[in-house]
């Protein structure tokens, strides 16, 4: 059987090809979606609230993906289960190609939503149990990289491939697709071992107090409501832009490219902010700046606003993911810490499905994007509201512990 270490060029590949995973997954099965809402809506294909509920169901395949992606791999095994998920999603890139109608179209964003949630929760502790833990901050920062670095990908050549229409560019992204799913699996997956060597727990200090779960479920409240009050910019924000702005598309794309460049420095920056001001807190600021660049374009249309709405945007989503990993990684018991990171991440995207399908009823009544990006500001101040609670909570933990 294959180990990793037969892998070619050693360990330090395995959190490239988790920063793929997450590129095809979120950047392209997910966010693709984006930048296309409006060419979908110009070609006749659907309407601007078909495209709103379609952007719905791919968040609700996530929910399903999350729901059932420890079983899928107990299953398969982790490396059975990345390579069908991989397979799913250049299939479902693809068959986006032709105009199905809901139904047809709906499935293959439903699909395309579950092998991402799949890949998401699958792939990082199958990379972070077979790393050294000096190097497991590291790799978590580099995996998480790929959510933004597909989104900056998307945002460069949607905007080119539109004008050969819309089939051609899903066909094009199915491709490029393509090639980086087979580089992965032959660079790294298919060495992986079928199942995960047990992690060591962490043995608790004497001075480390028991944290209360109000602090945990306090922690996991937020990081769902962020979901919920991400939906704005991640479904509509180009739409929004290009259409109801009137700035046209290619403003509108080269903000969802400043947004993705976010991504890509968001977990840099959430590893700075945590080593100074540890984990609890710097997600407290993580969720105040998101709050504040969700709340922006409500008061500032500029170049300005909608840059830096982009920008922080963008960059606080990964840095919140790798914030509250770390946190539950501190407050939770050692032997349940896995347990609870799937709770979160469930959460995330039970909220993510239900925010979907609620913003695009806002949208559908109001007629305005401005009404979904409000709700989602509001639902982050309570987001910030319960992240605050938790990190002092575990403030007087610590205290009590001292």
Known sequence: MSTERD?????????????????????????VFTPLITPLVEAGWFSAEQTARLGAINLLGYLAGAAGANRYAHWLGPRRAIASCLIALVASLAACAWPWGMIGYGFWRLLAGMAAATLTIVVTPAIMARMPEARRPGASATIFTGIGVGTMGVSLIVPWLAGFGVGATWLATAGIGAVLAGVSWLGVWRYLPSEAPADTPRQPTSRTPATPWAVIALVIVAYGLSSAGYVPHSLYWVDYIARELGRGLDTGNRYWLVLGIGGVIGPALAG?????????????????????????????????GLGISSLVVGAMVPAIITLT??????????????????????????????????????????????????????????????????????????????
Request: proline share 4%; charged share 10%; net charge positive.
């Open 272 to 304: 700075a902010a945590a080593r100074r001001l540890g984990f609890d807190t710097a997600l407290v600021l993580a969720f105040v700046l998101m709050t504040l660049a969700t709340a922006l374009p409500l008061l500032f249309v500029g170049v300005a």
């Open 7 to 31: 892998m070619p060029g050693g360990l330090w590949r395995l959190p490239l090809a988790g920063a793929v995973a997450l590129l095809l997954g979120v950047g392209f099965g997910r966010y």
């Open 325 to 402: 990993a770390g946190t539950v990684h501190a407050l939770a018991p050692a032997p349940r810490q896995r347990q609870i990171w799937g709770w979160a991440t469930l959460s995330f995207a039970a909220t993510q499905a239900v925010g979907g399908f609620a913003m695009a009823r806002l949208y559908a009544v109001a007629g305005t994007y401005t009404v979904p990006i409000a709700a989602g500001a509001a639902i982050l101040l309570v987001a910030t509201g319960c992240s605050l609670a938790g990190a002092i909570g575990a403030h007087r933990r610590r205290s009590d512990g001292e």
